[in-house]
T-cell receptor, first 111, second 113 residues
Framework: KQEVTQIPAALSVPEGENLVLNCSFT??????LQWFRQDPGKGLTSLLL?????REQTSGRLNASLDKSSGRSTLYIAASQPGDSATYLC??????????FGAGTRLFVKA | NAGVTQTPKFQVLKTGQSMTLQCAQD?????MYWYRQDPGMGLRLIYY???????DKGEVPNGYNVSRLNKREFSLRLESAAPSQTSVYFC????????????FGSGTRLTVV
């Protein structure tokens, strides 16, 4: 059974710091991995989608990597800003329309 | 703006009442999903529709029914609401031609008293 774990559960950093959020999964037979952002009381906004054949994706200050063999993905946020404060979730599509979500990392960027 | 639209945004029900949560997408996606999000439990799949005319159970289907009305619309019905169904409900859609990436609606916050 696929399990998705995100560490740390919460993170507080000063503005301007570069940071890495981690996502691990137990079964390497995935179709894709997607990173989302969720603001309090809001829906999930897609940040980056990595197909199983890809190693990384970039969008602005965000870079996500995927290493299927080790069952890991990282989300790198450069030059963090207070507006980056949110919960970040990773999700793994294992096929058969079954996407497993991690519990998320709550990020707080201090001004 | 293109995306997934959910109605209502908030709802309070009494135990035993019924209601339907509406979801519509305008991205021409084939697949649609209903999730619930609870503190400490994360996102759990209730039902999904791989394509128009098909629906299947997810992880937590008990107490719910769904209807894929057409390609755009996928509704979730609570026939007899229970306090355990207090949650935030999200609808999502995806498409193979777009790498199966999910697009989510803004959610419905449901309280059953």
């Amino acid at each position: 059974k696929q399990e998705v774990t995100q560490i740390p559960a919460a993170l507080s950093v000063p503005e301007g710091e570069n940071l890495v959020l981690n996502c691990s999964f137990t079964d390497s037979a995935i179709y894709n991995l997607q990173w989302f952002r969720q603001d309090p009381g809001k829906g999930l906004t897609s940040l980056l989608l990595i197909q199983s054949s890809q190693r990384e994706q970039t969008s602005g200050r965000l870079n996500a990597s995927l290493d299927k063999s080790s069952g890991r993905s990282t989300l790198y946020i450069a030059a963090s800003q207070p507006g980056d404060s949110a919960t970040y979730l990773c999700a793994v599509l294992t096929g058969g329309f079954k996407t497993i979500f991690g519990a998320g990392t709550r990020l707080f960027v201090k001004a | 703006n293109a995306g997934v639209t959910q109605t209502p945004k908030f709802q309070v029900l009494k135990t035993g009442q019924s209601m339907t949560l509406q979801c519509a997408q305008d991205m021409n996606h084939n697949s649609m999903y209903w999730y619930r999000q609870d503190p400490g439990m994360g996102l759990r799949l209730i039902y999904y529709s791989a394509s128009e005319g098909t629906t299947d159970k997810g992880e937590v289907p008990n107490g719910y029914n769904v209807s894929r009305l057409n390609k755009r619309e996928f509704s979730l019905r609570l026939e007899s609401a229970a306090p355990s169904q207090t949650s935030v409900y999200f609808c999502a859609s995806s498409e193979p031609g777009q790498g199966w990436g999910y697009t989510f609606g803004s959610g419905t916050r449901l309280t059953v008293v």
